[in-house]
Every structure is written in C-alpha cells, then in structure tokens.
C-alpha cells in the first residue's frame, strides 16, 4: 500500500526545472531514501511534499488524497512531519518544551498554548508524559531540563526528531538527518530511524552518507538534475549503471 504518491511533478523557477515528471510512490512502513548529486533536486522534492512549494505540474498524492495547494501547517496536520538539513529549535525553550511545542497539533488552543500553565492540567499531563516519552526514545531524557541552545550538534539533530515525532506523524521527512555527525552518533542515529520504522511511520529521507543510506534504506530513489533515473532496493540501486555514471564514482569511492 502506497502512503505518497507523486505523479510527474514538476517544478520549475523561471527556466530552471528542479523537477522533471517526477513519479514515485513511497510505500506504508519502512524506510525510503531519496540520493542523488548536489542540486539533483532532492530539498526542492521535500519542499513539493511538505507544502513549502506547490508543483508546477503533476500531483501529490497522500493517504489516498491529493495535497496540492496546501499550506505546510495543513500538511503537517495531514499527518507529514519534516526536519530541515539545518536545524531548526526553538533555543531559548529546553529540550523538554520543544518537544511539547511538537504536540500543539494535536491539543486545542495551537503552539503558545502548548506552552501555557493554566491549559486543562489533564492536557498538560498527557503532553509532559508524551514528551518526556519521546525524549527516552531519542536518548535524551537526561537533558529534558536543557536549554536547546546548550545541546552538542549530534543532540540538537535527535532533539528535531523527537518534537517531529511529537506531532505523531504518518510520514516522517528527514533532510540530511547524519549530515554532522559523527560515527557513534550516525550508527545510534540508523538505530533510531529503524525503530521509528518498526513503530509504523513511514520514513522517507535525504541523505548524502551512502553508506547510511545503504544501511537503513528499504526503498531508494535517485534523482539526478531533477529527473529520477533509478529506484530499488539498496542493491539494485548501487549497481546500476545511470547512478554510477550520476555520481562519477563517488558511490563507489564510498564502499557502497
């Protein structure tokens, strides 16, 4: 079962086309990786996905319902959560409140009531216990109390993800989520993604590392100057010719 559906889209800036007729479908449950070169067009994809962009052409297609035209709040309400390639925190809030900030989708009174001591204590217990259950997930319980600001970059990525997850969504979209980090963190960061996977969000991400990528993957698809020229397993994809030749290599130089 398809979760997103992309129907020859395209996008273009004046004469440029990001996109070209791009059709993909992202299946429910697993992992889907979108490689490609620099300015392949993969941000341009997210940004069509996550309603930053409308498509020039063709048609986004989620949960069996087009999205096309949507404002990125109405998308995520949908159910389609992004992080971005630079992170992007609340840094004066501690790690615990920009987790809760997440969970404002999903009670009354939107973003500054998430915040806000004289909500419905009920509420507010079910958003601290959520929150703070999200933070155990990502490994970061221990620094509920600090500010976001404080954190080393490798936490700041997984502090993203949590206040994403905290909007419960269906398709999680991660940009370049090991770009920084380093071995350790990478390694804990494919744990992360996978049991994100097991718990049925879907996950469709950008990544340049190939060798994470071929790691956590299930699906991959390549764009290369905004056309997609192969899609697969992590097998079928580092063997196949139009990507060898897209990346002159580097696929290779990556042991992938």
Known sequence: MNLLRLETVTQRFGGLVALDSVTLDVAAGGVTAIIGP?????????????????????????????INGLRPEAVAKRGIVRTFQLVQLF????????????????????LLSALMPMRSRVIETQVHDAAC???KQVGLK???DTLASALPYGQKRLLEIGRALAAEPKLLLLDEPA????????????ELIRAI?????????????????MNVANRVAVLDFG???AQGTPAEVQKNKDVIAAYLGTMEAAHV
Do not use: C, W
């Not at 620099?38 to 989620?62: D, H, Q, Y």
């Not at 996977?197 to 990528?213: K, N, P, R, W, Y």
């Open 227 to 229: 056309r997609l020229i």
């Open 91 to 110: 840094d004066t809030l501690t790690v615990l409140e920009n987790v809760k900030v997440g969970r404002h989708l999903h009670t009354t009174g939107g």
């Open 197 to 213: 996977a097991a718990q049925g969000v879907t996950v469709l991400l950008i990544e340049h590392d190939m060798s994470f990528v």
């Open 133 to 135: 259950a999200l933070l």
């Open 142 to 144: 221990a620094h509920a």
């Open 179 to 190: 770009a920084g980090l380093n071995r350790g963190e990478t390694t804990a960061l494919a």
């Open 38 to 66: 620099n300015g392949a067009g993969k941000t341009t994809l997210f940004n069509v996905i996550s309603g930053f962009r409308a498509p020039s052409e063709g048609r986004v297609i989620f949960d069996g319902q087009s």
